[in-house]
């Protein structure tokens, strides 16, 4: 008789099998994990009654790295984390080490920073809609999404000359200063997309298969929520209202109006609703920024060697995907001492294994997708 | 700067010796807690001062001092909008309580500082590696793991290649 025992989960040198169960590999190589994860499932028929995530595939010592560069060489190297989200990771960093410099970036660098960082909120939340209806079956959204997305990227082409990985801001401010027609561009933009917005929501919010798939689907209730320490559109879908833009304002945030969405169920369309109402907040705060864009330099007064004192320093910022904080020691020479990445997609992808139990097969796509994890940040 | 707050002194009425040292560095406040005691402080913090969220959890290497790791926690309230970091020094081949009981995200967290480290978490569920192959030796983060350094006989068995530099 064949042995059924099998080896590797939690809690369990060896797992036996129920006569109906099998175990299956989900992943690493598997269109609707959005990268190398691997999920470890077993299975009940088609129902999980035991999942694990085997990450690390993409592990490429980050941290390790930060050590041994200076302050500004590792500015490059954050933007390869969440590399759907560059300009966030970004901003992040010169922040975080802003703080442990003492300094502070002009009022005209904070306001471009502003901007950009939500243009790229909204181009990582296009990435997630198209690619988490296409997971659950619907097609056409990624055409639409994709087509606001690039408008959004060739702006960022426009302004320093990447599309992804753009390395915009710089420790103090910025490198470069807004090109001509920037902010007819960006207002154009904006000006068009709350349609666009509409129209995607036309195509999902009251679609029949659309809620059959996403109600009710990977609830995670808000006390659970914050035991898992899941940020972002996960934690406000589930209700809790707390942005970090609000709660401890950065960059320029504390000049705009806009709202925190917020979910009531926790389930997977709470998070979609979420995140499309983010996408329409985020509009309006480039629009209110855009119009009032105040003169003056972009690069505060650092200097070309930094040298932060001893100690230390945590700042966070609220990513696309949730909470992303830096925690940098430094010991008083030009390359970190230590710098700690606070991974949103990772934490948040620890809720998964929670989430899935006593669902479908299926319904595993449809919980990864509304994760929205990039395994670059998760592995780093 | 030395700190002493109505927080710390909160803090210092229930747990006396037991909070070592109490600072601010760029205005967050940081307390040096007693190892032994992390978590019966961490349920403290999490039901009594409403620190109910859990940040981070790492580590810092100082190899030359005498108690080698910082473990770190950084902590957070929603009702109070305030930030915490709490810090425990443990030497080489020394544990550190497990805090997963309090924070469910401590889970991968400590892993990782695991992974990285070789602080080795008591009471955690499934202590192994995370990021790293379960079989690769050495841990990363310390500081007298070199750059360059890797495992280069699981590199050879499981990659075919002579390095993975």
């Known amino acids: 008789m064949a042995d059924t025992r099998i080896s590797g989960f939690p809690g369990a040198e060896q797992t036996v099998l129920g006569a109906d169960e099998i175990i299956i590999n989900m992943g690493p190589q598997h269109p609707s994990t959005h990268g190398v994860l691997r999920v470890k499932l077993r299975l009940d028929g088609e129902r999980i009654v035991d999942s694990e995530c085997i990450i690390g595939y993409l592990h490429r010592g980050v941290e390790k790295i930060a050590e041994h560069r200076s302050y500004q060489q590792f500015g490059p190297y954050v933007d390869r984390m969440d590399y759907v989200a560059a300009v966030s990771n970004g901003l992040g960093y010169c922040e975080a080490v802003e703080k442990l410099l003492g300094a502070e970036a002009p009022m005209r660098a904070k306001v471009v920073r502003t901007i950009l960082t939500e243009l790229q909120r909204i181009s990582?939340?296009?990435?997630?809609?198209?690619?988490?209806?296409?997971?659950?079956?619907?097609?056409?959204?990624?055409?639409?999404?994709?087509?606001?997305?690039?408008?959004?990227?060739?702006?960022?082409?426009?302004?320093?000359?990447?599309?992804?990985?753009?390395?915009?801001?710089?420790?103090?401010?910025?490198?470069?200063?807004?090109?001509?027609?920037?902010?007819?561009?960006?207002?154009?933009?904006?000006?068009d997309f709350v349609h666009r917005v509409?129209?995607?929501?036309?195509?999902?919010?009251?679609?029949?298969?659309?809620?059959?798939?996403?109600?009710?689907?990977?609830?995670?209730?808000?006390?659970d929520a914050i035991d898992m320490g899941a940020t972002g559109p996960v934690l406000r879908g589930s209700g809790v209202k707390w942005d970090i833009r609000k709660a401890m304002p950065y960059a320029a945030y504390d000049k705009y109006d806009f709202e925190i969405p917020i979910g009531k169920n926790g389930d997977t369309y709470d998070r979609y609703v979420v995140r499309m109402q983010e996408m329409r907040q985020s509009n309006r705060i480039c629009l209110q920024a855009i119009e009032d864009i105040p003169a003056g330099p972009i690069m505060g007064k650092v200097g070309k060697v930094l040298k932060p004192p001893v100690g230390e320093v945590y700042h966070s910022i609220e990513a696309p995907k949730g909470e992303l904080g830096y925690y940098i020691v430094s010991d008083g020479t030009t390359q970190p001492y230590r710098v700690r990445i606070r991974p949103p997609s990772f934490i948040n992808l620890e809720a998964l294994d929670k989430m899935i139990k006593g669902h479908l097969v299926a319904d595993v796509v449809a919980i990864i997708g509304t994760l929205d994890i990039v395994l670059g940040e998760v592995d780093r | 700067m030395a700190l002493d707050n109505d927080l710390v002194k909160r803090f210092k009425a229930r747990f006396g010796d037991k909070i070592r040292e109490a600072w601010t560095d760029r205005k967050q406040a940081i307390l040096v807690v007693d190892r032994e005691s992390l978590s019966e402080i961490a349920v403290y913090c999490r039901d009594d001062e409403s620190f109910d969220y859990l940040v981070d959890l790492t580590a810092v290497d100082w190899p030359k001092r005498e108690k080698r790791f910082d473990v770190v926690l950084n902590l957070y309230s929603f009702k109070k909008n305030e930030r915490l970091r709490l810090k425990a020094y443990a030497g080489e081949g020394e544990s550190c309580p497990s805090v997963t009981g309090v924070w469910s995200t401590a889970n991968w967290l400590e892993r990782e500082a695991y992974d990285m480290f070789g602080i080795v978490f008591e009471g955690h569920p499934g202590l192994k590696r995370i990021l790293l192959p379960d079989e690769w030796q050495g841990h990363p983060l310390r500081k007298d793991y070199d750059i360059l350094t890797q495992d280069t006989a699981w590199v050879r068995e499981n990659l075919g290649i002579e390095s993975g530099q």
Not at chain 1, 201 to 220: D, M
């Open chain 1, 124 to 191: 990582s939340h296009l990435l997630w809609l198209g690619t988490h209806a296409i997971d659950i079956g619907a097609l056409t959204p990624l055409f639409y999404c994709l087509r606001e997305r690039e408008e959004i990227l060739k702006i960022f082409e426009k302004y320093c000359g990447a599309r992804l990985t753009t390395h915009a801001f710089r420790i103090g401010g910025l490198q470069y200063d807004t090109y001509d027609g920037f902010e007819q561009e960006v207002k154009r933009f904006c000006l």
């Open chain 1, 198 to 223: 509409d129209e995607y929501e036309q195509l999902l919010t009251e679609n029949r298969i659309w809620i059959a798939r996403t109600k009710g689907v990977g609830v995670l209730t808000a006390a």
